[in-house]
């Protein structure tokens, strides 16, 4: 099979450590694929979670999924995009035309699994003539890409790759998760239980929402000094005390919207804990699979209370990207904060793929 050499971390077995190598790219487009030169490509909490174990994946198959970089070329189908343009890719893919997206739901697409993992003659990435796998449809570890266009955003070409690629989820699912998702309004008050990159990121949404009182909660005292850049108003070292008294004792009654961006039982009750009476938690951190949550039902149906999962910020990516990506050049949202490592890059066909890792770690 003739195709490209690009470049790729591979992740062959879970638990398990990547592996730099290279791959065939295919060198023939379906008439609704890009091909993306990959300049930077952000380490979400989830790749973690795959490389543990605990967020399983068919294997092999290359991680990443903020990836950021230029187009090289375009499926005979795609009038959107052309060569050379900057873009973001979200693993938020949509039809267009499924009930979800007909409703203006599109991060719930009914067929993102269609878009993702395409019926295709040949394998986009294979090695040593076995099919290897991209992780959400992306695969972004690696030089470049094959994707769906409905994957795909252009981004103005001033915003540095680094930042620009963690658009695609950290910044979006936070951003999202406080102004779509739980549609936070002038003068409330919000919790948020993990200061990662996602977290950070609620805050500064929030904070964007006019929110009155931010409480960053988390147990490293250098993540609250870094939420605090961000718009945290309030701080909870979790240490041997529950934190839910402590932001309680901030804010007497309790918060409006509380976030848990750590996905653990424990953390989603202090987040019900801290709410007031006939308030939502919202569930933005990924449990581990086959994990449970113990809720305390009888003080939530005696104040009204209620948890909600949210995915992906509730996004519409196309128009939320490149709202957030011009809110960075004015300044208005901080994205050079987020990237807390930027790791060697491995090379590629024609160019370069950099990893930029978003954020302390969450909890």
């Known amino acids: 099979m003739s195709g490209l050499r690009v470049p790729a971390a591979v992740l062959s077995e879970a638990p398990g450590a990547l592996t730099v190598g290279v791959l065939d790219l295919d060198s023939e487009l379906e008439p609704d694929e890009v091909r993306v030169r990959v300049v930077a490509c952000g380490l979400c909490h989830s790749d973690l ?12 198959t290359v991680p990443g999924h903020e990836l950021a970089g230029v187009v090289e070329e375009v499926g005979s189908a795609v009038g959107d995009l052309v060569v050379g343009d900057h873009v973001v890719a979200c693993l938020s893919m949509f039809c267009g035309g499924c009930r979800e997206c007909s409703a203006g739901r599109s991060w719930l697409c009914e067929r993102r699994a269609e878009i993702g993992w395409p019926d295709r003659a040949r394998p986009r990435l294979s090695r040593d003539g076995a099919p290897v796998g991209q992780v959400a449809g992306l695969g972004g570890l690696a030089g470049a890409a094959i994707v769906h266009h409905h994957a795909l955003v252009r981004v103005p070409k001033e915003l540095p790759f680094e930042q620009a690629a963690l658009l695609g989820c950290a910044v979006m699912t936070g951003i999202g998760s406080a102004i779509n998702g739980a549609g936070v309004r002038p003068g409330e008050t919000v919790a948020v239980i993990g200061c990662g990159g996602v977290g950070l990121n609620i805050i500064q949404g929030a904070r964007l929402a006019g929110a009155q009182r931010i409480v960053a909660v988390d147990r490293s005292a250098a993540g609250l000094e870094l939420a605090a850049t961000f718009g945290a ?10 934190p839910v008294a402590a932001v309680r004792d901030l804010l007497p009654g309790g918060v409006d919207h509380a976030f848990d961006v750590v996905g653990i039982s424990a953390t989603v009750n202090q987040a019900v804990g801290m709410l007031r009476a006939g308030r939502t938690a919202y569930l933005i951190g990924v449990p581990a699979a086959g994990a449970t949550l113990d809720l ?28 957030l990506a011009e809110l960075a050049l004015q300044g208005r949202i901080d994205l050079g904060s987020l990237v807390s490592t930027v790791l060697p890059s491995t090379g590629s066909m024609r160019g370069s793929t950099r990893c930029a890792t978003p954020g302390p770690a969450a909890w």
């Open 233 to 242: 108003t309030d701080s909870v070292l979790v240490d041997d005390d529950h």
């Open 296 to 323: 305390p039902g009888l003080h939530m149906l005696t104040q009204a209370k209620g948890l909600q999962g949210l995915l992906m910020g509730s996004n519409r990516f196309r128009q939320d990207i490149p709202m």
């Open 49 to 60: 979670h795959m490389l543990e174990g605990d967020l399983p994946t068919s294997l092999p």
